[in-house]
């Protein structure tokens, strides 16, 4: 028997409790899911759906950061670049940001806006071939010193 007010089998919300909150960076990337601007749209648009096999996820959070788009397999960050990011403080911002990202083991790419809106096809596609075959292959370890490798 289904109780009326709790919830079960009626696509209601379940019967009180305490509300469930949410980090901080949790909350305000599920607001920039919403609002995402044209560009990343635009590139969504083709990056969902793990294409070649590569899962994105967009507006990730990484440590105090959110980036627009991230790769776990490849640990590739993806950061669209609009106008805003040439103006005021905004390049500092971004280089400490990338230093904290590349310190912390993550691959970023900045693509410009413009790029994304006048071919997003192409540019997912270049996107996803990075992701899928990266030039570098930490697990590897560096490569051998001279005459070690004989």
């Given at each position: 028997?289904?109780?009326?007010?709790?919830?079960?089998?009626?696509?209601?919300?379940?019967?009180?409790?305490?509300?469930?909150?949410?980090?901080?960076?949790?909350?305000?990337?599920?607001?920039?899911?919403?609002?995402?601007?044209?560009?990343?749209?635009?590139?969504?648009?083709?990056?969902?759906?793990?294409?070649?096999?590569?899962?994105?996820r967009r507006q990730?959070?990484?440590?105090?950061?959110?980036?627009?788009?991230?790769?776990?397999?490849?640990?590739?960050?993806?950061?669209?670049?609009?106008?805003?990011?040439?103006?005021?403080?905004?390049?500092?911002?971004?280089?400490?940001?990338?230093?904290?990202?590349?310190?912390?083991?993550?691959?970023?790419?900045?693509?410009?806006?413009?790029?994304?809106?006048?071919?997003?096809?192409?540019?997912?596609?270049?996107?996803?071939?990075?992701?899928?075959?990266?030039?570098?292959?930490?697990?590897?370890?560096?490569?051998?010193?001279?005459?070690?490798?004989?």
């Amino acid at each position: 028997m289904i109780l009326p007010g709790t919830g079960r089998g009626t696509g209601e919300a379940g019967g009180g409790g305490v509300p469930r909150l949410l980090r901080p960076e949790v909350a305000t990337a599920r607001r920039l899911r919403r609002d995402m601007s044209l560009p990343e749209v635009q590139l969504w648009q083709h990056l969902r759906g793990s294409p070649g096999g590569v899962r994105f996820r967009r507006q990730h959070p990484i440590g105090p950061y959110l980036v627009d788009f991230y790769c776990a397999k490849a640990s590739l960050v993806v950061e669209i670049d609009g106008f805003a990011h040439d103006v005021a403080d905004r390049p500092e911002r971004d280089a400490l940001r990338d230093m904290f990202l590349s310190d912390n083991g993550y691959w970023v790419v900045r693509i410009a806006a413009a790029r994304i809106l006048a071919d997003p096809q192409a540019t997912a596609d270049a996107i996803v071939s990075l992701a899928a075959c990266p030039l570098h292959q930490p697990a590897a370890g560096p490569p051998p010193r001279a005459g070690e490798d004989k």
